[in-house]
């Protein structure tokens, strides 16, 4: 078992469900712009759209972040093994201000 599999990874139904339903309307979305591509729309509306899909993304990384640090990062640093989920939390910091 790796690492990460070791990990806690508490989510309930509810939270699993609306996060599949947030990337089921982000899938919509991207969908709608290949939609616009193809149709030739203007390309500031395009632009929005794409904006708009990269909020959502960014809603739902922030929404898994928020349980990893409460739970899985919390549960780290109960057991001794802080300091290895904090840098893979500051790592994935590092990749979020990359984009």
């Given at each position: ?23 089921k ?9 290949q939609?616009?591509?193809?149709n ?10 794409i ?15 928020e ?33």
């Open positions: 078992m790796s690492e990460h599999e070791q990990m806690l990874n508490p989510k309930t139904s509810k939270e699993k469900e609306k996060m599949k339903n947030r990337l309307r982000i899938e919509g979305q991207v969908r709608g712009i939609n616009m591509i193809e030739d729309r203007y390309c500031i509306d395009i632009l929005v759209q904006s708009a899909v990269q909020a959502a993304m960014q809603k739902v990384a922030f929404n898994l972040l349980n990893h640090t409460h739970h899985c990062v919390a549960s780290a640093i109960k057991s001794g093994e802080g300091k290895e989920a904090i840098e893979e939390l500051l790592d994935v910091f590092k990749r979020f201000s990359k984009s």
